[in-house]
């Protein structure tokens, strides 16, 4: 193994990587916005750093319990899960940066990026399987707090996905109204991997709240389903496996939604589906059409055909891209999406498998490359006109 | 809504089922050789207590007490009684449908012009993979084979079977297999698509082994059950509908796991038939694996090739359900992502109500891409020999 | 072609690399040393563009056969002789540029010269500059 310091020596002169020109991309002045990244981890260094936003009562629980997390099987974490070029040499004590600072510079400045969603550490949405509501709700609070302190004021382009969980809506209801009149709140994060699938009523008073505040849900892989196993076969052996069931639990979730009629109770809600890949899509809105066809008896509250549901109300992200043997193929499969009205820009920065924007897709029709590196997102997230003109200006 | 019983028979003089069209694709030539396979026929028993006479008295007793004992999959694929109301047989008062071989043969083979039907048994059967008892759920499987073998072999040289096994104790799964291999029309084995633990897992390699063999593929169709898993990552679906959206989780993750843990490096000739849990699924689960490959490889570095290049030598994948994407062109991009010349066989699911027919199922095709999906893919898959085939097309 | 001194033979020891970029320029060109031999990358991965140079040099894991009882035991070899891109973790032989997850792609090498205590490299000025 390589010794930290002949490493460290790498980045005088270069850190990171800078963009290349290439097709689908120009990096003209923006006149408007033409890039949203819908998935930017934000990330807090150790536990403790949490304690100034926690209340006595639960300080004293993290310092004697941590996090507390339960282990939602494989993280995303090979090669020690962050970008090894991101790596700051000027930090001595740990080997990431996890400062907003850092992301401006690695990110937002060095790829035009107009908006960056901070969708949080993804170890942590394993709070959805706590046993204790309590304690999942505040950790989501005082995470939300920390980002605010840390993340949020200072730079108009950095916008929050506000972290709930939904272990007890009620608490998740009120984390939401307690936010929803920052205008940096643009969305509300749920992780994928719940105790219960999202249909259920059991989570309606959350989306009702979400729909009251004009707020979509941007759900990320993973979290905890205390008790589901991750296959229909029970568990597989290999890291590699694992990251083949993000489909299903999109899918799952997706399914869910339209089937027991969460659109039909909230018209105006919307979700985002991160990190999933994204063919998944193109197959359950052609099955569930074909079902529904068939067997619309059985749910005769669905007044419309189960893909209308999904491309008004359902957004997928972008990253990790599907790579198919032919460049055509892209094509294709943008066009059995939808992609022109479901498909959200995100780079998953900082981690080892993200997309830049230049190159995650082929060049594209200007019409089609708008949607999905800007407009799709901005009619998704709570992005105010005056919050455009703070960062177009 | 309700029509009566008696102008349902009414319907049904002079027309028994619906009769082939001519379609684009589709030839009503007489065969110069075999140019239909269908890998998805149901037969059935129409009462538990017709396996009497197949099990041994120890069980028998169970039987009796117990009845088949299988436990509850959560929802089967019945709506609407399961079977294709048209077809029900006007002629038997006392139930529905008509379970006989030779109305198969008139309402399938004679009027679809079907080269091979592999019978794949009653879907409700494969939950004997949760059974806690190993022992009953083998018997059950010996017993049901024994009475296809009397009741639905050695008749028409157009019925070939597809053995069932249980995946509870591998060891039993593999004296059947054995029992069985050396019949001429045990062309596969049947193995539930949902079993207790993932088809890569060691303790089901010496199944594979034995199929290997013998040179038979595994068909593997939706249902079984999988004690203490549930349907999908996040618990239980409440709807019918949610829980047909899972088949493709269930598919994916099966493929997956053959490929990830190396049973095709181990058993290079193995092939493993997945049935009844639509297609596309296997493209974005191909692409996604080759992408995965790439990086992290180097955790599973008994993995010679890239994921699909297992999968196109390997799995076959049923035509049945078969999607119906928006715009026909594409079902030609699905088909050509799929590599379908290669994967994808033909099925019917005879006799259920979300059946596919062969003249309808897919748009018109090239001769190669036709003749590759509805008979070569499946004669390459199955163990079916040279004889066999002359025996159906002289 | 332009043959250009890139550095000192001591300022890189075995299991070293030093990464040479043009004044604002984009991309440059990674040397490395594997076991005393020097090598030269271009420092643009042609799968996704990301500074290949930058990434971890290892080995990689080998066996003959799926893990069992009696086989497939897993090894580790060729240490110090790969590196893997920072973006999406491709890994590439760095003596050849030939990736080894997928046989048509190759990143360019470049020779290098040893002079005395310099390393000379030839390179195409536009790859070095990369803009």
Not at chain 1, 50 to 68: N, V, W
Not at chain 2, 6 to 23: R, Y
Not at chain 3, 121 to 129: M, P, Q, Y
Request: proline share 9%.
């Amino acid at each position: 193994m390589q010794a930290p310091d002949k490493l460290d020596q790498i980045y005088i002169g270069k850190k990171g990587s800078a963009p290349i020109s290439a097709p689908g991309w120009t990096a003209k002045p923006a006149d408007g916005v033409k890039l949203v990244d819908c998935d930017v981890h934000q990330i807090f260094r150790e536990p403790e750093d949490l304690l100034p936003y926690l209340p006595k009562f639960y300080q004293e629980h993290l310092l004697d319990q941590g996090l507390h997390l339960p282990d939602p099987g494989y993280a995303n974490m090979p090669y020690r899960r962050y970008r090894s070029d991101l790596k700051d040499p000027e930090l001595k004590a740990r080997e990431f940066n996890y400062s907003l600072e850092f992301t401006q510079k690695e990110l937002l400045d060095r790829w035009n990026i107009d908006f960056a969603l901070l969708t949080g550490p993804p170890p942590l949405y394993a709070c959805a399987g706590l046993p204790d509501p309590d304690w999942a709700a505040a950790l989501c609070t005082a995470f939300n707090d920390w980002t605010i302190e840390h993340w949020l004021e200072v730079d108009p382009r950095v916008v929050n996905a506000i972290l709930v969980a939904p272990n007890d809506p009620a608490l998740a209801v009120k984390e939401i109204h307690r936010l929803a009149p920052r205008v940096d709140t643009v969305a509300v994060l749920m992780p994928m991997l719940t105790p219960q699938l999202y249909g259920k009523r059991i989570y309606h008073p959350i989306w009702e709240a979400c729909a009251e505040h004009d707020l979509p849900v941007v759900s990320h892989i993973v979290g905890d389903s205390p008790g589901s196993t991750p296959t229909p076969a029970g568990f597989p052996s290999y890291y590699t496996e694992y990251r083949m069931i993000r489909p299903s639990l999109a899918s799952a979730q997706a399914a869910s939604l339209i089937a027991e009629g969460v659109f039909e109770l909230y018209p105006n809600l919307k979700f985002a589906f991160i990190e999933a890949q994204q063919m998944w899509a193109a197959p359950l809105m052609w099955h569930m059409d074909a079902d529904w066809k068939a067997l619309g008896d059985q749910t005769p509250w669905l007044k419309r055909l189960p893909s209308e549901y999904f491309r008004e109300h359902i957004r997928v992200g972008s990253q990790p891209m599907h790579e198919p043997p032919q460049t055509e193929q892209v094509y294709q499969m943008l066009e059995m999406l939808h992609a022109d009205e479901t498909l959200v820009f995100c780079t998953d920065f900082p981690h080892w498998d993200w997309n830049d924007p230049v190159t995650v897709l082929p060049k594209l029709d200007e019409y089609t490359h708008r949607r999905i590196f800007a407009e799709n997102a901005l009619d998704l997230l709570r992005i105010t006109d005056d919050m455009i003109e703070a960062v177009v200006a | 809504m309700a029509q009566t019983p008696d102008k349902l028979q009414q319907i049904h003089i002079g027309k028994k089922g619906a009769a082939p069209i001519a379609a684009p694709g589709w030839t009503g030539k007489p065969a110069d050789r075999v140019k239909l396979v269908d890998c998805d026929v149901h037969h059935n028993i129409h009462d538990p207590e017709q396996l009497l006479p197949y099990l041994p008295k120890f069980y028998q007793e169970h039987l009796l007490d117990q009845g088949l004992h299988l436990p509850g999959s959560g929802y089967a694929n019945t709506p609407f009684r399961h079977t294709r109301p048209d077809i029900k047989d006007p002629a038997l008062k006392e139930r529905d449908f008509n379970f006989s071989l030779e109305f198969t043969q008139k309402e399938l083979l004679d009027r679809w012009n079907i080269n091979f039907a592999l019978l794949t048994g009653p879907p409700v059967f494969l939950a004997l993979a949760g059974l806690p008892d190993p022992d009953w759920a083998a018997a059950l499987c010996t017993a049901f084979n024994d009475w296809t073998i009397e009741h639905w072999l050695d008749k028409d040289p157009r019925v070939v079977n597809a053995i069932l096994v249980a995946p509870n104790d591998p060891a039993l799964a593999v004296k059947e297999i054995h029992r069985l291999a050396h019949r001429k029309d045990t062309v596969a084995v049947m193995m539930p698509m949902q079993t207790p633990q993932l088809f890569g897992k060691r303790m089901y390699h010496p199944i594979w082994e034995a199929c290997a063999e013998h040179d038979l593929p595994v068909v593997s169709h939706i249902g079984g059950l999988s004690p203490g898993s549930t349907p999908t990552p996040v618990g239980f679906p409440s709807y019918y509908m949610e829980s047909r959206m899972t088949r493709p989780s269930v598919a994916s993750a099966q493929a997956a796991s053959l490929i990830v843990e190396g049973v095709f490096e181990k058993f290079p000739s193995f092939k493993v038939a997945l049935i009844e849990v639509q297609q596309m699924w296997a493209v974005p689960l191909m692409w996604h694996m080759d992408t995965d490959w790439k990086a992290i490889g180097d955790q599973t570095p008994w993995l010679k090739r890239k994921p699909s290049e297992y999968f196109r030598e390997h799995i076959r994948v049923g035509t049945q359900p078969m999607h119906e994407p928006p715009q026909t062109e594409q079902v030609y991009q699905m088909l050509e992502m799929l590599h379908a010349d290669e994967t994808l066989i033909f099925c019917t699911d005879f006799p259920h109500f979300d059946w596919n027919d062969p003249v309808t199922v897919l748009p018109k095709l090239d001769e190669h891409t036709h003749r590759r999906i509805f008979a070569e893919n499946a004669l390459d898959l199955l163990r079916i020999t040279d004889d066999m085939i002359e025996a159906v097309v002289a | 072609m332009r043959r250009i001194v890139v550095g000192k033979v001591a300022e890189i020891p075995v299991g070293g690399r030093k990464i040479i970029v043009p004044f604002r320029g984009r991309a440059g060109i990674g040397i490395f040393n594997v076991n005393g031999s020097f090598y030269a990358l271009r420092n643009i991965c042609p799968h996704k563009r990301g500074p290949l140079c930058t990434g971890e040099v290892a080995g990689r894991s080998t066996t003959s056969a799926p893990p069992s009882l009696t086989d497939g035991f897993v090894d580790y070899e060729r240490e110090g002789e790969i590196i893997r891109c920072p973006w999406h973790a491709w890994q590439f032989d760095i003596a050849t540029g030939q990736c080894l997850v997928d046989p048509d792609v190759r990143v360019k090498t470049y020779p290098i010269i040893v002079d005395g205590d310099d390393l000379i490299v030839d390179v195409d000025v536009s790859d070095f500059i990369a803009e």
